[in-house]
Structure formats: C-alpha cells, structure tokens
C-alpha cells in the first residue's frame, strides 16, 4: 500500500464519521424543535415505604399551577431547570431529576426525604430525618413514624426548613460576630486607660525644687510643696475616678461577652439535646417490640435545662416516666423486665404512671 493511500483511506474515514456525527446531531436538533411533549411521566421512589409525602398528582397539581409549559410543548421549549426548581423547592424533597425521553414523554424522578420523627410541639407541625434536616409537615401527609409531642422547644425557628446544624452553625457565627463586635467597643475604653495611666505615670513625676538662685526662704518653699501635694491629691482622685469608670465599662462589656458565650454553650446544649432525641426515636424504632410498643414521645426541658421524655404506650393507660436520655438500655432492660414479670400479672390498666428514672427500681403509682 502506497503512503499516499495509507494516509488518505483514514482521513476519508474520519471524514466519514465526523459527517455521520454532524448529520445526526443537526437530525436530532430538528427532530427536537418538531416532536412535542406527548405525556408526562413521574417517578417518585420509595413512594410507600412509609406513606406518602410526593404523589404523582400532587406534582402535576405544582407543574399545572407553575404554568411552565409542558405537554404540547416542543421538546427544545420545555425548561427543565424550571421544573427541577420547582419541585427541589419543596423541603421534603431530597433530589429531584427531569429529562425528556426520545419518545417525547418528560420524565421526572423524585427522592423524597425519610422522616425519622414527627414533631407536634408547641407551635410546630414538621417532620425531621436521622441527620437533622426539618422540613415542614405538607398537608394531607401520610407517614407513619414516631411523633414528639411536649412543652419542648427543639433549637430552631418554628417555619425553619433546612439543615440544623447549618442553622445552628449560622447562630453561632453571629454571637461570634457580637463579641467581636463588643471586643472593639473596648478599644477606646482601652485608650481613655492607657491615656489615664500616663497622666498618672506624669503625676508621680511631678517634683519641685527650692529656688535658691532666687533666694527663696524655706517657709515660701513649703507652701509651695503644699499646694503641689494639695494638686496632686487632687488629680490624683481625679485619675482614680477615671479608672475606676473606665474599668466598670470595661467589666460591662466583658459582661455581655461572657453572656453572648453563654448564649453559645446553651445553643450547642440544646442542640446536642436535640440529636439525642432523634437518637434516642432511632434506637426505638430499631426494636420491634418497642417501635410497635411506643407509638407517642412526650418531650419537656427541666428547669435546670435538661431534656427528659415520657413514653405513651400502646398496651395500656399509663404513661412511662423515661427522665433523661441516659442509660437508656438498661432503663429499656429493667421495663422488659416489669413487663414480663409484674404487668403481666398485675394487668395493664392497673398502673397510671410507671417510672424508670431512678436506678434499678420501677416506681409505680396507680
């Protein structure tokens, strides 16, 4: 084979395909701007796992309202990004994916989130998963999961939808920013002491010396000296004074720093309460016989600022007095126990309160 048809026959081939490759991309782009959207077709997985949260018509019902174009539309028309949007918008959707099939259906595939609990505290109706993210309850949901009622206050807004540690992250950067803040109010408190220090510093320096060139007898020098130690006692009160309102304002700020800290500390508080909580639902609906057992978490903070729960039960009328979310597997063991060995006996309507808070024993109360 001659060089010249060794370098030819490939370049025709590449022209070849490189042709091929244009003519089928200008076909499609036509076939696109003519072929109209004929059906829409959405897919949300996990849809009964627990309930529902996203149904089929109720994402029509969005696109309907929306007015973004859709059926009937050409393929070219139809803003993707928009639906996408539209749908991602929404809290209890997790990711959210919109294509158009060459059989000009418009596909969208929907994740929604997996609640792990339900909140119905004071002023709230959201449900919230394992790693934190709230979201508001959508109407007419359906999801069976534990539900927290109470007195309790979780660490977030009440129409907060997010993640919380972020929120919780965002709090705290703006104490942060309060202190530093604070800490520059300081600086000219810083130099009124400095100033006051050095005219102090001055005051102590201040001497006289008899004037004998002027022949100036001792009585004249003393009196002199008088005066002066009357001026500096004087000026001495004055800078005590100073410093003492320059250090009260000082110790007023220093104050409200230590109170913005505390705001701080109370915040990761609050928010390590609230973990513990949904650890505490996980590990209960990872038991079969609590999940099923369990079916209300009644959530309150003490007034020394713990977080403590009581337990409604599906088996009788009493509630379980739980306390802190502390040793809680062998508050768990000690109630299968008075289960098994005393309820069982006893009967399940016999007891109004039972209680596990206090170290090995079960207190009852009727």
């Known amino acids: 084979m001659s060089r010249l048809v060794r370098y030819i026959l490939p370049a025709f081939l590449w022209a070849l395909v490189g042709g ?80 158009v099939a060459h059989s000009g259906a418009l596909h969208i595939a929907i994740e929604p989130r997996r609640p792990l609990v339900r909140l119905l505290t004071e002023g709230r109706n959201a449900y919230v998963t394992t790693g934190g993210y709230v979201f508001a309850a959508p109407r007419a949901s359906s999801l069976y999961v534990p539900v927290v009622t109470g007195s309790y206050q979780p660490p977030f807004p009440v129409d907060y939808v997010g993640d919380i540690r972020m929120w919780i ?53 003393e009196l002199r000296v008088a005066e002066l130690r009357a001026v500096k006692a004087e000026l001495r009160r004055r800078y005590r004074y100073e410093a003492r309102l320059v250090q009260q304002e000082i110790d007023h700020i220093a104050g409200r720093q230590e109170a913005e800290r505390e ?65 809680e597997e062998r508050k768990f063991s000690k109630l299968m126990q008075f289960y098994r060995k005393g309820l069982t006996k006893v009967g399940w309507d016999t007891y109004r309160t039972i209680d596990v808070r206090y170290g090995d024993q079960v207190v009852c109360r009727k």
Request: charged letters at 35%; glycine letters at 6%.
């Open 20 to 99: 091929y490759m244009i003519f089928a991309t200008v076909a499609a782009r036509r076939a696109r701007s003519v072929r109209q959207v004929g059906r829409l077709e959405i897919e949300v997985e996990d849809s009964t796992a627990q309930g529902y949260l996203v149904t089929s018509s109720r994402v029509r019902g969005w696109i309907e309202r929306s007015g973004i174009p859709t059926l009937g539309t050409t393929v070219d028309a139809v803003d993707l990004t928009a639906v996408e949007k539209l749908i991602a918008c929404n809290g209890f959707v997790e990711r959210v994916a919109a294509y």
């Open 169 to 221: 992250d965002s709090e705290q950067e703006k104490i942060e920013q309060r202190i530093a803040e604070l800490e520059q109010e300081k600086y000219p408190l810083f130099r009124r002491e400095l100033d006051n220090d050095r005219r102090t510093a001055a005051l102590r320096r201040m001497r006289i010396k008899q004037r004998w060139w002027r022949l100036e007898r001792a009585s004249e020098f």
């Open 263 to 327: 705001r701080q500390k109370k915040l990761e508080k609050s928010y390590e309460d609230f973990m513990k909580l949904l650890t505490f639902v996980e590990r209960v609906e990872d038991d079969d016989f609590w999940r099923s057992e369990v079916v209300q978490v009644i959530a309150r903070t003490t007034p020394g600022g713990a977080l403590e729960v009581d337990l409604v039960p599906r088996s009788g009328r009493y509630r379980i007095l739980f306390g802190r979310l502390e040793n």
